[in-house]
C-alpha cells in the first residue's frame, strides 16, 4: 500500500506562485502514473495534471507544470500566476502501471486571495 503526503499548500496572493509536494512510500515510486486533482468548494474533484512513471508529463492543465524524482519518492506540482479561481484543496494520486489500485493523500489547501 501506498502512503501520499501533500505539502506547499497555504495562503497565497494572486499573480503568485506556489510548489506542491507530494512524498510517496510503502512501494516502488516509479510503478505509479502520479496524478494532481483539485477539489474547490461544491465543486466536483478535477484532474490537473498527470506524469508518467517515466516521468513524462502527458496532461497538464493550463498554468500548472508537474514533475517527479523518482529517486525522491516525489511528484511535484508548480502552479504560476494564482488567481482566486485556484482556490481547493489539491490532492495527489497514485495509480499503479500493472495493477487496478490507486491511492489518495489527505490534500493540501491553496488559497488564493487578496
Known amino acids: 500500500q501506498v502512503q501520499l503526503v501533500e505539502s506547499g499548500g497555504g495562503l497565497v496572493q494572486p499573480g503568485g506562485s506556489l510548489r506542491l509536494s507530494c512524498a510517496a512510500s510503502?512501494?516502488?515510486?516509479?510503478?505509479?502514473?502520479m496524478s494532481w486533482y483539485r477539489q474547490a468548494p461544491g465543486k466536483q474533484r478535477e484532474l490537473v495534471a498527470t506524469i508518467t512513471s517515466a516521468e513524462s508529463a502527458n496532461y497538464v492543465k493550463g498554468r500548472f507544470t508537474i514533475s517527479r524524482h523518482n529517486a525522491e519518492n516525489t511528484v511535484y506540482l508548480q502552479i504560476d500566476s494564482l488567481i482566486p479561481d485556484d482556490t481547493a484543496v489539491y490532492y495527489c494520486?497514485?495509480?499503479?502501471?500493472?495493477?487496478?489500485?490507486?491511492?489518495w493523500g489527505q490534500g493540501t489547501q491553496v488559497t488564493v486571495s487578496s
Open positions: 510503502g512501494d516502488i515510486f516509479s510503478f505509479y502514473v
Open positions: 494520486n497514485a495509480r499503479h502501471v500493472y495493477r487496478n489500485v490507486n491511492y
